[in-house]
């Protein structure tokens, strides 16, 4: 499902890797706010450090977020 015009208002990161090839990649999951709803979505972003480069490949929309537990 692609979202146009989505304002996205980010809450956490849930969870992060990277990997190291010729440059950094980073897989990212996290939380944000999409109008009333909290959804988790994962982002790939691309980094060359040594040029000032960062990129997002890929951002995508996983699901709703889990309910928070009252514990």
């Known amino acids: 499902m692609i979202l146009q015009n989505s304002v996205l208002e980010f ?14 990649m980073y897989y990212i999951t ?3 706010m999409d109008r009333d709803k909290k959804k988790v979505h994962e982002a790939k972003v691309w ?6 480069f960062k990129e997002v490949q890929e951002f995508k929309l996983v699901g709703d977020a889990p309910a928070a537990s009252s514990t």
């Open 47 to 52: 980094e060359k450090p040594w040029l000032n």
């Open 11 to 24: 809450k956490k990161v849930v969870n992060a890797k990277e990997q190291v090839v010729s440059a950094m």
């Open 30 to 32: 996290l939380e944000a």
